[in-house]
């Protein structure tokens, strides 16, 4: 083909990136010697070896040691001896490593964009564009956390040697993500990448090699899935971050129960791309080539679910369709490539699958009219139109090019769609009306919301998801605490409960009998079952019957709590006066509960009257503090604002202790209550008398119907109940270690956030006992990112 | 939908002048496309299209030109793309006749001889599509160019700023058209589209149409002085709709020259009214646009928002001057490895 023919054809013709500086890379690399551990490079202790392809073609491109768990015993001690240096290392010390690395990976770049479309099939824009770019600013930024850590962090410190497990997506952005805050926080790494994508974390581990990283701060070893249970099951590791499938996520939930590591989880996503009828059409079709088709579509936050308006579905469709015929199919490295192959040959028949099973559920699948290359596990831009909510392709994350499509009538139901789903990572919101996209933000259950935007990162605002999307946040300040622990005043160790033979004497016989209910939206209710719990005085004799809660009660509570609107959508300052006035109406009855207190706890009065004091003085201060927790608003490098908003998790279940029986309670439900959240409480099972004769002034305190729930009974067994209850968004445990470690296995149905004293109770009284970290474990921080300009 | 188009108080009242008959039709313009014959004012219409996001449009241009690159003799095809879709243009204060003509013989013979034989393109009537001079210079020009098809355009209607009396302004139109020009560049007065005086300007833009006669008609938005993308796209729906040939973005004498996410909202624009009537509107960029790197983000932008058609010179317009040398140079370098200067090739 000439010049003349190529004027005359204006086609764009290939433009393939050199890859010789890669491949040269790897003809040098010695992959039997891949596990990089304390400063240098091993061999797996088993000599085995798993293979990496490449998808465009899939050519071996290396034997790479596959690590055992002995490897990662090495690696994690190799991390914990490096640890007190490290940790003690100052701000100052830490930031300048950060900075090397980050420095050194820009010189480094088109290296690690290369090898990443190499080894993942991503087209070269986009690792070129965004993975490596972004990878780079995670570590410039946290620099300067580092650095920032007594200023922004006061009282925290690094939790310790760190497990991290990653995905093979984003390989270089992922690694990033998890190691940077890391290491900002002082904590040493053990990280291992995706069996189908190690490359370029082994470029990184060189670039730590010079980039004057002490040895042992970054151990990154190879492997499959023995190598991430052996991390996950460490007893050397204090925290483990993960990415990945939720059905991989919930194992590790359930692995860690009981352990006392700190877990954070990045998910799966069925995220919803809505788009209003005022929406600039054009650009919504390029927030879906952004969304769905970035990466193949193999991203957890693709916008996968289109939800269109009705009056302009049909001229939005036809656009995608034009804009589909549009996109290129082809050799990752080829940069005029729109989407390359899927990672591996599994990927590619899974969804196939998907979509073969989508078109019998009933969806009408159109893709453009394109050749795929010979070779290569390549699947075109899938459109899948006429999806019910049922269908499996509106359900389940495919993970691939396919975008499934629903209409909607109004902004109700489009929310209603949205969060018709058992993830929450993300969401984009089209509409040139910013009400309506403030409007429909907040009441969207995820935890990223675009507006007019999509795929939008960077380290300074938290990425992370609601329900089964995982929880925990990576990048900005929220991300950071993830890495940080705050020391909580420890209590006395919690011993199972004993259901002793119940006391039969009437501590008073004078007073009139009384009988104590359950509190369930609002209302005062005898227990399904019918059945009682004696409560015994400090000197063994009768003080009262409570009812024995049962599954269907905490069903109820929880349902009340759910349907509670009224708490939720207060304003903080409206919440706040309701919490001063509890806090008025219980010191009006100051008394009443010092002598409960003596009469259940056998404390003196003195005491009593203290505890009693400062449960009002806690009321008091959460009351002052529900309007002033607020989120923040971060800066990335765009002309728009990130909104870290903290929203209520939901409905929280609080499973209160024995030992300070009404503070212990009002420390936890004050501070669930003051952010927005309806609570669920299971009170101390000893002392349940204290809270019932709370419902009373919670009754007359103007504290909406469902807000607070009582329910009286054995506290293993209720929760238990809370922890399986799929509709409970967050659990509060103090009690013994096997009902905390049970709470935490048991909570993966749904992936309820579960804070667990680990069978310690928390010193009550102590003023530390209170406050911030409280807060934080009440809210969940949603980025909603609001690109302006005119 | 949230809000609704406005029209201001029209004020005076304008009442399109009668069509007429252009003055000089003796040169058959050879597009070969339905000429659009505009339509009915619609403000509905416009209400559908208002939606223009400029983050979001910026996003597009900012991947659009990462996504597609053009390599070795593809770019060089491209690069000669360029020149045939080019308005070789002289607008200063200080142009004579003398500086028209060597405009004309630069548009005739574009490239270096050794360059056109190098690239084998010696035999084929590559070339910039007009010349693009003031009404003065209008019969100099099409005296220079008589023969070799290349079309002149003249700017016209008080550019750059349109602010003279209508009737002068179409005078200005059929002056031209009389002296041989068969391309018209007018511009609209800004403030029509601030105070969203629609109808006036639609009114105008269909006397300068009909004035214009067989003479195809190119409407300068003046985008670097409507502020806002939106009024980019709403001032080029009333210009397609009152019979626009070609939608151009600037004069090249605001403050702010074409830019790409002007462009997209334009070709959008373009895109909205071609499905809508099924008539194919023309693009020009004009100003700023004077590297070879430059002029493949415009072609890339025609080619993946509208589509090839809008890769012929019928269909869309570089407004350059510039711009040619430097595609020279860059295709000097194709042949022969050299990274050329500007000295070594005939200035315009």
Known sequence: MNILDRYHAMDYGPAPEARNEADAWLAARDFSKALFIDGTWKAASGGKSFETSEPSSGKLLAKVSDARATDIDAAVAAAAKALPKWSASSGYVRAKVLYAIGRAMQRHQRLFAVLETIDNGKPIRESRDIDVPLAIRHFIHHAGWAQALDRDFPGHKGVGVVGQIIPWNFPLLMLAWKIAPALAAGCTVVLKPAEFTPLTSILFAEICERAGVPKGVVNIVQGGPEAGAAIVNHPGVQKIAFTGSSEVGKIIRKATAGSGKKLSLELGGKSAFIVFEDADLDSAVEGLVDGIWFNQGQVCCAGSRLLVQEGIADALIAKVKTRMSRLRVGSPLDKNTDIGPLVDLTQLDRVKGLVAEGARQGAVCWQPDAALPSSGHYHLPTLATGVSPANILAQEEVFGPVLATMTFRNTEEAIELANNTRYGLAASVWSENVNLALHVAPQLKAGVVWVNGTNMFDAACGFGGYRESGFGREGGREGMFEYLTAKLPLGPVIKPATISAPPVEQADGSAIDRTAKLFIGGKQIRPDGNYSLAVATAKGKLAGEVGLGSRKDIRDAVSAARACKGWPDATAYNRSQVLYYLAENLSGRADEFSARLVQLTGVTAKAAREEVDQSIERLFLYAGLADKFEGRVHQPPARAVTLALHEPVGVVGIVAPDTSPLLGLISLVAPALAMGNTVVAVPSEKYPLLATDLYQVIEYSDVPAGAINIVTGRTAELAGVLAKHDDVDGLWVFADAETCAKAEADSIGNLKRVWSGNGRGLDWASDEAAGDAFLRRAVEVKNVWVPYGD | ?348
């Not at chain 2, 996003?59 to 690069?79: G, M």
């Not at chain 2, 709709?241 to 090249?252: E, H, L, Q, V, Y």
């Open chain 2, 1 to 348: 939908m949230s809000s609704t188009i406005r029209e201001a108080d029209l004020g005076t009242k304008v009442t399109p002048l009668p069509a007429r008959a252009a003055a000089n039709t003796a040169v058959p313009p050879d597009h070969r496309i339905a000429r659009n014959p505009g339509m009915k004012l619609d403000l509905g219409f416009m209400e559908s299209v208002r939606s223009v996001n400029r983050s979001a449009l910026e996003r597009r241009v900012a991947s659009l030109t990462k996504r597609r690159s053009i390599k070795a003799d593809n770019q060089a095809a491209w690069l000669l793309r360029a020149v045939a879709c080019m308005d070789l243009t002289t607008l200063n204060s200080n142009d004579t006749e003398e500086r028209v003509r060597r405009l004309c013989a630069k548009a005739i013979n574009p490239f270096r001889r050794d360059i056109a034989e190098g690239l084998g393109i010696a035999d084929e009537k590559i070339h910039p599509a007009a010349v693009c001079v003031y009404h003065p210079f209008v019969a100099t020009a099409v005296e220079a160019v008589r023969g070799t098809g290349i079309h002149v355009a003249a700017v016209s209607t008080a550019f750059p700023h349109g602010l003279a009396p209508l009737t002068t302004r179409l005078q200005e139109i059929e002056a031209s058209v009389r002296d041989g020009a068969d391309e018209i560049d007018v511009v609209i007065p800004r403030g029509l589209v601030f105070g969203a005086k629609w109808r006036e300007l639609y009114n105008e833009i269909v006397s300068m149409r009909a004035a214009c006669g067989d003479a195809h008609l190119k409407v300068i938005l003046g985008t670097g002085d409507l502020a806002t993308l939106r009024n980019v796209m709403l001032a080029s729906m009333v210009a397609m709709m009152a019979g626009a040939d070609f939608i151009k973005t600037s004069t090249g004498k605001e403050s702010v020259n074409a830019t790409l996410p002007v462009g997209l909202a334009m070709v959008r624009a373009i895109r909205a009214y071609f499905e809508e009537t099924g008539y194919l509107i023309g693009f020009k960029p004009a100003g700023g646009i004077s590297t070879a790197k430059a002029s493949l983000d415009w072609l890339v932008l025609m080619k993946e928002e509208l589509g090839r058609p809008w890769l012929e010179p019928d269909l869309f317009r570089f407004g350059a001057s510039s711009l040619l040398t430097d595609i020279e140079r860059q295709l000097e370098h194709h042949l022969t490895g050299h990274y050329s200067a500007n000295h070594r090739h005939a200035m315009a």
